[in-house]
């Protein structure tokens, strides 16, 4: 069976330590069959790849690995609501075989620092991280709603244990945005780069149900030592009936069977 990641980082990416020779050679290693590069865009920071230097090192790529790995060109784009139409531009008349859209901040508040959790009770602001998901959907354009579950990262930082977290309040809205998603032909990734947990189960079962089909497995790595296989979610998706996963090409989907 055919084995993709597709959420990996380079040193086009500001917090990579990878490059994309580096990624590629460890891909090798690891008997992984298809990467996609998806560096960040991410206005709030300042960080703009520059597309033809972007695209000029993954087409090398290409050539050099033609033969052991197949390459594809993609982008991270970060969600931000004050710069959809610099983003919109951005992309614009650029060739891409995959988009990730990633909410990283909301409101201008970034997520990784803590400063969109201050001051507010962890269900309250995981409620507003669910209620901006719902929004961004048509304000932006992607081909799968990246790490869904982000928020299970501040866990620590916030010394919670996720098992005692009581998900069910939240159905009401992931489910809303899972069908939003699949009206409108966008599916959703199931993100690799730290366990999963039973809110992740969760939301495959939700899409599954919802007749959602389009789902990508990636990583999200950003360094050497972080690279693996993708197994992890391939089992997830088994272990909940799902049949396939997509890997892109040219924006479209492609369904890859699980064995």
């Known amino acids: 069976m055919k084995r993709a990641d597709y959420h990996i980082h380079s040193q086009f990416s500001p917090d990579a330590t990878l490059t994309i020779d580096k990624a590629c050679e460890k891909a090798i290693q690891l008997g992984i069959d298809e990467l996609c590069f998806t560096d960040h865009l991410e206005f709030a920071e300042n960080h703009l790849v520059n597309y033809d230097n972007y695209r000029d090192a993954i087409e090398a790529a290409k050539a050099k690995y033609e033969k052991v790995l197949s390459i594809k060109i993609g982008m991270e784009v970060g969600f931000d609501k004050w710069k959809q139409q610099q983003i919109k531009d951005y992309l614009e008349n650029k060739e891409f075989d995959f988009l990730i859209g990633s909410m990283h901040r909301i409101n201008g508040l970034n997520l990784f620092n803590g400063d969109f959790f201050a001051g ?103 360094h050497e030592q972080n690279m693996h296989t993708p197994e992890e979610g391939i089992q997830a998706l088994r272990d909940v009936g799902l049949r396939y996963y997509s890997i892109f090409e040219k924006r479209k989907p492609l369904f890859i069977p699980i064995k």
């Open 120 to 222: 507010k009770k962890l269900d309250f602001a995981f409620g507003e991280y669910f209620e901006a998901l719902y929004e961004a959907v048509l304000d932006f354009d992607f081909s799968v709603l990246g790490h869904i579950t982000l928020i299970k990262r501040f866990f620590r930082r916030f010394n919670v244990n996720p098992s005692d977290f009581v998900w069910i309040k939240y159905d009401d809205i992931i489910k809303a945005v899972l069908q939003k998603l699949i009206t409108h032909g966008k599916g959703i990734e199931l993100n690799l780069r730290v366990p999963l947990i039973d809110l992740d189960f969760r939301i495959l079962k939700f899409y599954k149900e919802l007749g959602g089909e389009i789902i990508t497995l990636g990583t999200d790595s950003h």
